[in-house]
């Protein structure tokens, strides 16, 4: 899977030509938003352009790191992650994922995202291509951590439904044993 990060201002300075609506409308673009501020506002607008494919998630960039957070910051939620999780598929649909820098807060999910379809599963060429794209970043730790978790668990679970699914196979060919 195409992994690419690219900061809010991106999409600002973006005529939406008819070139670059059809590149995003073949993308899934995951737009972190701030919880308040200049860049709580997405940069997609309805009436210019919205790409097909959009996760738009609300979360600040802080991590586990800060020990109380200022009034009114709202931090990444297991919640937020499982809505990426649910989002992204291997379907073979490159991925954006911008936020205010480009940098902290999409980098996590990206390196997080890139590490689970490309690094450890079936596209080294991909895994590649990150990181040749992406040198600066500088992933959230909170949003790193949580998302792996997350991606682990699914694993898991996927590997397990495939097990019971054998084992349904193997039943039915070999017959049920008789006591």
């Not at 900061?7 to 070139?19: A, I, V």
């Not at 308040?36 to 991590?63: A, N, Q």
């Not at 940098?103 to 599963?121: K, T």
């Amino acid at each position: 899977m195409k992994i690419d990060v690219k900061p809010w201002s991106y999409f600002n300075k973006t005529s939406y030509s008819k070139k670059e609506q059809r590149y995003l409308n073949d993308c899934r673009v995951i737009s972190i938003l701030d919880s308040d501020g200049p860049f709580s506002i997405s940069p997609f607008r309805s009436d210019v352009y919205m790409p097909f494919h959009l996760l738009t998630l609300r979360f600040d960039d802080y991590d586990d790191s800060v020990e109380k957070l200022p009034e009114g910051a709202v931090p990444c939620t297991e919640d937020d992650v499982e809505k990426i999780v649910s989002f992204v598929q291997d379907d073979g649909l490159p991925l954006i994922v911008h936020c205010s820098d480009g940098i902290s807060r999409s980098g996590a999910v990206a390196a997080a995202l890139d590490q689970h379809f490309n690094e450890f599963m079936v596209e080294p060429k991909d895994h590649a291509y990150f990181l040749k794209r992406n040198r600066g970043l500088r992933p959230n730790k909170l949003v790193l951590k949580l998302l792996k978790e997350a991606l682990e668990q699914q694993w898991f679970f996927e590997s397990f439904m495939f097990y019971l699914k054998s084992q349904e196979k193997n039943d039915h060919f070999w017959g049920e044993q008789e006591n």
